[in-house]
């Protein structure tokens, strides 16, 4: 009956996928997320030891192993927060608040009981009960920050949205461990290294999501808030004056002028990772001030990474591209990520396009420019008919360039349960 409530109201959303009616976008979302993804992430929730299962295959039907990454808990625990926090707002009908609190709390006695070790340093990847396992490849339990910054935002979300003081020790060490060893270098980024002699966008890009949220939670227990702001800002801006190309393109990898156009990694675009971003920094600037500064700068940029990105034969938008569009192109220097990027470019993935459904209606309703209406209904069309599996509720997360599953590794071994819902929820959030 649930499902077919909400396959009822996809269908109807469908025909006349109109943003303006907020209430009834809002009512859209709101029933994805009660009938058909909750009900199938909690069939994964590790009611013993805490935490989420999703070690899962690209279908959603058979679950491989047990394995526990830390990245995929700290986003499990910060969507918990926010259904539980939306929920109390009115926005859900069918779920449960006993059963969010019970796995939140589960959750986050398994990342502070077993992923946080040492100097306040969290483990990449578990077992199910919470022993440390080696990555392979470095030797080390502490190979991506990537898994901290995640913990982070899932933890403050916690404490945030359940009032939790006697947590805040533990939120604000692992915070300054981060800063601490970002500062200084010290740190992995698995399973794709950053090469020598460059500057990446996935590093402050993430600080800036990842520092707001711990903002926020401060901000909730009424404690201070302006060196967190500046940091964050600093990040933002490095990324808006340093990463940016002036083209309308933020470079993923950036090393020395004299290579921007010769080599494969100075030369490529991650169209997702750019429109995932985009938003990061409009909610920043739009709390903490300077959004109308950065404006037409974020438009701009947003519109030519969409146009670049779009897959015109088959629609969707394609993993990786050359600055100048199509198949990424010049000097591969034989680096992890260069192969990904040759095997993976015209792949479809599910998170960019979750990252538009949300980022296109944020962006319309700021600035009245009707082209990202007409962005967002491509998106949605696209999105809606390519990923979601209907017999469990949730999306084929991986596809081929022409929308044809594939089972192939994207990054984690996992099926994750973090970005099409943490869109959604921001959807459904916007039409409150």
């Not at 959603?60 to 929920?87: C, H, P, V």
């Not at 190979?143 to 404490?159: E, H, K, R």
Request: proline residues 4%.
């Amino acid at each position: 009956m649930q499902q077919g409530k909400a396959k009822a109201a996809f269908t109807a959303a469908f025909k006349v996928t109109d943003m303006m009616n907020k209430k009834r976008m809002g009512r859209f979302y709101a029933d994805q997320i009660q009938y058909n993804f909750l009900p199938y992430w909690s069939k994964f929730v590790d009611a013993e030891y805490g935490g989420i299962l999703n070690c899962i295959n690209n279908k959603g039907d058979s679950m491989l192993a047990e394995d526990k990454f830390t990245w995929s808990q700290g986003r499990w625990l910060w969507i918990l927060g926010k259904i539980y926090e939306l929920n109390r707002k009115g926005a859900f009908s069918a779920v449960s608040e006993e059963s969010l609190e019970m796995w939140m709390k589960g959750t986050w006695d398994f990342i502070k009981n077993h992923s946080i070790y040492g100097d306040s340093i969290c483990c990449y990847v578990l077992t199910r009960d919470g022993q440390k396992k080696k990555d392979e490849r470095t030797g080390r339990y502490d190979a991506s920050i990537y898994a901290d910054c995640f913990a982070l935002i899932g933890m403050s979300q916690y404490v945030k949205v359940m009032g939790y003081r006697e947590g805040l020790e533990t939120v604000e060490q692992l915070y300054h461990s981060i800063v601490r060893r970002i500062e200084a270098r010290d740190f992995l980024t698995e399973p794709y290294p950053i090469p020598d002699g460059y500057e990446i966008h996935g590093i402050p890009m993430i600080l800036v999501n990842t520092v707001q949220e711990y903002i926020l939670m401060r901000q909730s227990l009424n404690l201070p808030v302006e060196e967190e702001t500046a940091y964050a800002r600093g990040k933002l801006e490095f990324i808006l004056n340093e990463l940016y190309d002036g083209k309308g393109h933020i470079r993923e990898h950036k090393s020395t002028p004299e290579r921007y156009q010769d080599y494969m990694l100075d030369r490529h675009l991650n169209p997702g990772h750019t429109l995932e971003d985009a938003w990061f920094w409009v909610e920043f600037l739009e709390t903490f001030g300077g959004l109308e500064e950065y404006l037409p700068e974020i438009s701009e940029i947003v519109k030519e990474t969409f146009a670049v990105g779009w897959d015109e034969e088959y629609g969707g938008l394609l993993r990786f591209v050359d600055n100048e569009g199509g198949r990424p192109r010049g000097i591969n220097t034989g680096s992890a990520y260069e192969k990904l990027m040759e095997e993976t470019w015209d792949m479809k993935l599910w998170w960019p396009h979750s990252e538009m459904l949300y980022l296109f209606p944020k962006m319309y309703e700021l600035t009245g420019d009707e082209s990202f209406l007409q962005a967002y209904e491509k998106s949605f069309t696209y999105a809606f008919t390519t990923f979601p599996n209907q017999e469990l509720g949730e999306w084929i997360q991986i596809r081929r360039r022409d929308g044809s599953p594939e089972e192939k590794l994207v990054a984690l071994p996992v099926k994750d349960p973090f970005h099409i819902m943490r869109n959604l929820l921001k959807n459904v959030e916007l039409c409150l």
